[in-house]
């Protein structure tokens, strides 16, 4: 069944809210980043921040909840197709900002079974700068009948991408984290949280947020960023496509390729692969590179 044209355009109420250091080290423990940039302001500002940096997929913390932009995940099927973050600048400590969500597009997919497709746009404001950052989300919404259980495509092997290639980082998920960043992202949703209702819409167990694995795309490019001889190098874009599901004790392995470059910015191409080999997450960025 389509969902309803008008909302299109529609925009959640603002949300205000100064960021704070606490906040900051609480999402990056969560993730399991120890990069002193998002921990130490002495090390944030010898690499030319104002104050602790906020990691690349922070704002993650300012979600709509699904009614706002006129969704039911009790009767509807709601996928996270593919999430991108453009940026100005890097949002730091003390950044008073202002969050709303608008629902950009709205289409009926022309396959059978009343599949709908929802662009959602994230609008980042800073006090006395304006935008500073958009997020836009691809979500796939199916209307659902009792018990109906829960479709996602099964990950494949894919080829890498060519490229010099950069570190590549390790992740072991656990229950653990997953119950973490669901607490620092607001994002409770019980199939990554309780085993049972998981297992009621079909699944094996829980599944990790599709946020977390962006957000582990978005260290192994921070990462790196720290072993620059130039110290400020900072992520202005990434996007990523949610191609698999990761569960807890699953083994990722994060890995990016260079791709062009025009003057200071870098293209990235990432992805994540599971211990099987199976292709979890594509994706590409544009990363800041001072003094290139």
Sequence with gaps: MPLDQ?????????????????????????????????????????????????????????RAPFAAVGLDPEKM?????????????PLHAGDSVTARHRVATLRQAARPGGMNIMTLEQLVDVAGEGQVGLGKATVIVRELAPDTPTSITAAKPQPEPAGERIPDLTKRVTQEQIDAYADVSGDHNPIHINPEAARAVGLDGTIAHGMLSMAFVAQLLTDWLATRPTPGGWVARLRVRFQGMTQPGDTLT?????????????????????????????????VVLPGR
């Design 77 to 89: 099927q709601v996928l996270h197709g593919e999430q991108e973050y453009t940026y100005q600048r």
């Design 254 to 286: 994060c890995r990016g390729a260079l791709g062009a470059r025009d003057g200071e910015r870098q293209i990235v191409e990432v992805w994540i692969d599971n211990q099987r080999g199976e292709r979890l997450t594509t994706g590409d960025a544009d």
């Design 6 to 62: 008008s909302l299109i355009g529609h925009e959640t109420t603002l949300e205000t809210s100064t960021i704070a250091v606490e906040q900051i080290r609480q999402f990056a423990d969560a993730v399991g980043d120890a990069n002193p940039l998002f921990h130490d302001q002495d090390a944030a500002r010898a690499a030319g921040f104002p104050d602790v940096l906020a990691p690349p997929t922070f704002v993650t913390r300012l």
